[in-house]
């Protein structure tokens, strides 16, 4: 490849990455508002649009043309990076998932590494927004979003580790391959549950949104944020949501592999599953106290997550 | 004014019990004890005693398992008179403690130290009043703010503006100030103290609480009110008894029905008429709709708090149905005025029965669907079990009431144990309890009180009998001298009324016994040592209604 072709695919490749973040997160909020208003008895947006789908479009020009506000006592140059820093991996983490054979921004030969490695980033950037906001609050929400988002890493690792050591490889399409004719799911079921309980503490969702409780800690550590910068946290967790799904969909689902449709078209039918009992998830559930999410990660998750990896070791690599 | 306790009957012809209480009250050191006519006063015993023997009889009162129900100031021109009020949750007599100072020294010993209840009693008193009582733990303002140099309740003020100081810094907290030095002292560097309100998504209303937390972990608070504070009690002194109905529906903006009830009965009670029987089922029915309505609401903001959304859209989906019943009924949605001196303002429309009798057997089809996703949830169960324990010496102390109250074991309803009304003796039904005490008892008791509550508005459909729905009552009318309190059963509590009336149509003093007043101050021997997340979860369960509290 030439250097302008290389430069043509990687403008074309942001070009696609950002519009499908944006789009994707503006479609999932108002996904989110219809899923709760048909839990809640209710009709969601209606008036923008047909059927209100041009709500979030509206709201996030909004947002767009709001003022943000820096309160006089933060901490400037942390205060203005967060959000940025909070939003950044998400395209950085799009970019890397492949949505079919061959299709995707690039499919990188330690692709499962670059993803956790890369998620990561966005607690540096709650981090700086709790304790840059120099509001108690907010730095409550920041210390309990560090606090979960480190401990549930632990046993997130550990049961991609078991399809990873089934697949034999850290390349997502060649994770996805090894689930030609069966997907994980049905020989790591336990593996499954765990990843799916992490990946919703990761995302910092009900049951397990402590860091931006909103009976407890107001809005948590974006309290202070207002306009676009607000609205960058909001993208970020959407797109979280969104890439805590695709990961379940490559790792568990058996990607886009599936009989009759496309598989792209697998793949999205299968993300937005996940996206929706995601959402079902917290329009269902209560909120659980910080030692409890605790107590739950090292007493529960974390001993079965390293038994299921020793048993699946001793299964996959003993020959049986 | 009468200075002298009234005591309408010889005390040879009092139960023999009260007999024995009152000597052992005079023994005690109470310089003066009198049985007193409960049906018209609403009281039992009367005691006075002198500052120095306070303690000795409040001691005795608590050994015999009294609670405290409420604390109260009266302007007796010229003394200055305060009054502790009692009743042992159960079958028992109410006691009026009362303890005179005079106007310039206004200085009285604080009973705090015996009944930790009347702490928030006596700083209201002392701003309303002006009587300083020494030793108290905590004596900055409670209700006006910190700059302010007038008594209102007292006879002699007849308004005066406000003037703010350039220099309005609180007064801090004393034991604010204690914990800062002890963390000092201790090491500790990682406290620091949190305004959990007064503007706060989940302290329902504008209440403030001031919390010393390290981490996660709550070392102490301090609740601050007086942010909707609107002068009831003042008001009521320049309205005519029935101009200030009104007034009782803005107390407690999720039950109304019950403080018109309430203040209804006082009324009934002091001017000797009795409503009609068409009336009483009425009332009932209203009063038990309002019930369901407010523990509905409840539920939902409880488990707002807890974090679940979902469920609050439901409820207030049914409490809606109750407030369109209120509106078809009284002509208002909440502000209802409906339940007046001598019956209630108007008949009810034709098809109320039908349509009540529907909405129960709807109502019980959803509980069963709240009580199996919400109650039986292990979410919530984690998040209320074990959480905001009150015990049962507790619960007396502070006088809690209402599902508080049964909730740490104590049934004690004045529906069952002082019946405001007859229809509760002749209805089935029964006083729900819960002897475990925390947060999930609490809920436990809401839940069933509801089921209660339908069970008891099925039956009072039935006794709807024809009749007029208002007795024969004056316009302009005028309470006999004397001092009259009466209490009925809201929502959260026992609410009293006890007025001191001079004779002309004004009352003289009406003082509001709030069931979460007591509620609320219990949450501050509740917090420490608990979590963030605990102190919602507690301020949740208790259910207070923060206007209620400021009246």
């Known amino acids: 490849m030439s250097l302008p072709e290389i430069l043509l695919r990687l403008v074309l490749a942001f070009g696609i990455v950002v519009t499908f973040v944006a789009l994707n997160a503006l479609f999932l909020v108002w996904l989110e508002r219809k899923v709760s208003a048909v839990i809640q008895n209710r009709m969601g947006p209606m008036e923008v649009g047909p059927i209100g789908l041009l709500q979030t479009m509206a709201d996030a ?5 709001k003022e943000m506000i820096t309160p006089t006592s933060v901490d400037r140059i942390a205060f203005l990076l967060a959000p940025i820093i909070a939003f950044l991996p998400a395209p950085l983490l799009v970019a890397a998932i492949p949505i079919a054979e061959g299709v995707g921004a690039s499919d990188l030969n330690v692709g499962a590494i670059y993803l956790f490695a890369i998620a990561n980033i966005a607690f540096l950037g709650i981090l700086m927004a709790g304790w840059s906001s120099n509001n108690k609050y907010s730095l409550l929400g920041a210390m309990r979003a560090v606090a979960q988002n480190v401990s549930y890493e632990i046993p997130m690792l550990l049961a991609v580790l078991t399809v990873i050591l089934m697949a034999g490889s850290l390349k997502l399409s060649d994770v996805v391959a090894a689930q030609s004719p069966v997907p994980f799911i049905v020989f790591q079921p336990i593996a499954f549950v765990i990843y799916l309980i992490c990946g919703v503490a990761e995302s910092n969702r009900t049951p397990f949104d402590l860091p931006e409780a909103e009976s407890e800690l107001v809005a948590g550590y974006h309290t202070e944020f207002t306009g676009m910068r607000f609205a960058l946290f909001f993208l970020a967790e959407y797109t979280q949501v969104f890439v805590l799904s695709a990961i379940i969909t490559l790792f568990f689902l058996g990607g886009w592999n599936g009989p009759f449709l496309p598989g792209w078209l697998w793949f999205f039918l299968k993300t937005y599953v996940m996206i929706f009992i995601v959402m079902w998830l917290r329009w269902t559930y209560p909120r659980l106290r910080s030692d409890q999410l605790m107590n739950f990660n090292w007493r529960v998750l974390l001993p079965l997550a390293i038994l299921n990896l020793l048993i699946s070791t001793v299964l996959y690599r003993g020959g049986l | 004014m009468p200075l002298e306790p009234e005591s309408d009957a010889p005390v040879s012809e009092q139960p023999s019990r009260y007999l024995e209480l009152i000597e052992r009250l005079k023994k005690a050191g109470a310089s003066e004890a009198a049985a007193v006519d409960y049906d018209k006063h609403g ?234 029987p068409r009336a009483e089922a009425i009332r009932l029915i209203m009063a038990e709709l309002g019930r369901v309505a407010s523990h509905l609401v409840w539920l939902g903001t409880y488990l707002l708090d807890l974090g679940a959304i979902t469920p609050f859209l439901y409820c207030f989906e049914d409490r809606e149905q109750i407030l369109t019943f209120f509106e078809r009924v009284s002509g208002q ?97 029964k006083v729900e309890s819960d002897a475990r005490g925390d947060c999930f008892a609490r809920s436990h008791v809401r839940m069933n009180e509801i089921v209660q509550s339908l069970n008891l508005i099925e039956q009072a459909l039935s006794k709807l009998e024809e009749g007029p729905v208002r007795a024969k009552v004056p316009r302009i009318f005028k309470v006999a001298e004397g001092e009259y309190y009466s209490v009925t059963e809201g929502p959260r509590g026992v609410i009293g009324w006890y007025l001191v009336a001079d004779g002309s149509s004004n009352p003289y003093r009406l003082k509001v016994r709030v069931p979460s007043y007591a509620n609320l101050q219990v949450v501050e021997q509740l917090i420490p040592g608990t979590r963030v997340a605990d102190v919602i979860s507690i301020l949740g369960s208790l259910d207070v209604v923060i206007p209620e509290i400021d009246r």
């Open chain 1, 61 to 65: 020009l909004k947002l767009l043309g």
């Open chain 2, 333 to 429: 949605r909440m502000m209802t005025s409906y339940i007046v001196f001598g019956g209630v303002r108007n008949d009810v429309y034709p098809e109320f029965v039908k349509e009540i009798s529907e909405f129960v057997k709807f109502e019980r089809k959803r509980l069963l669907e709240y009580e199996t996703l919400v109650i039986e949830n292990e979410i919530f169960l984690m998040r209320t079990q074990g959480v905001g324990k009150i015990s049962k010496e507790q619960a007396l102390e502070f006088g809690v009431g209402g599902p508080v109250l049964r909730g740490s074991g104590i049934a004690y309803d004045a529906r069952k144990d002082e019946p405001y009304c007859d229809l509760y003796n002749e209805l089935d039904w």
């Open chain 2, 43 to 276: 009281m039992d015993v009367d005691v006075v005693v002198t500052p120095q023997a306070l303690h000795d009889v409040a001691r005795l009162l608590k050994s015999e398992h009294f609670a405290l129900e409420a604390g109260l100031g009266v302007d007796r021109q010229p003394e200055l008179e305060v009054l502790y009020l009692f009743k042992p949750y159960g079958a028992g007599p109410r006691v009026k403690l009362r303890v005179r100072t005079d106007r310039d020294s206004a200085t009285l010993p604080t009973l705090s130290n015996v009944f930790g209840g009347t702490d928030w009693y006596e700083r209201e008193i002392n701003d309303m009043f002006g009587i300083t009582f020494t030793d108290h733990p905590h004596p900055r303002p409670l209700i006006l703010p910190h700059y302010t140099n007038f008594h209102p309740l007292r006879k002699d003020f007849h308004g005066a503006p406000i003037v703010v100081p350039d220099d309005t810094v609180e007064i801090p907290e004393v034991d604010v100030q204690e914990a800062m030095k002890r963390g000092q002292a201790e090491g500790r560097r990682d406290d620091f103290f949190l305004n959990l309100g007064p503007q706060h998504p989940s302290t329902h209303g504008v209440l403030r609480i001031l919390l010393h937390v390290e981490g996660e972990t709550v070392l102490g608070g301090r609740c601050h009110l007086g942010y909707s504070h609107r002068g009831t009690e003042k008001l009521a002194e320049k309205k005519q008894y029935v101009q200030f109905l009104p007034y009782t529906d803005r107390m407690d903006y999720l039950s109304p029905l019950n403080y018109n009830w309430g203040y209804a009965k006082l009324l009934e009670r002091a001017a000797g008429v009795e409503s009609t």
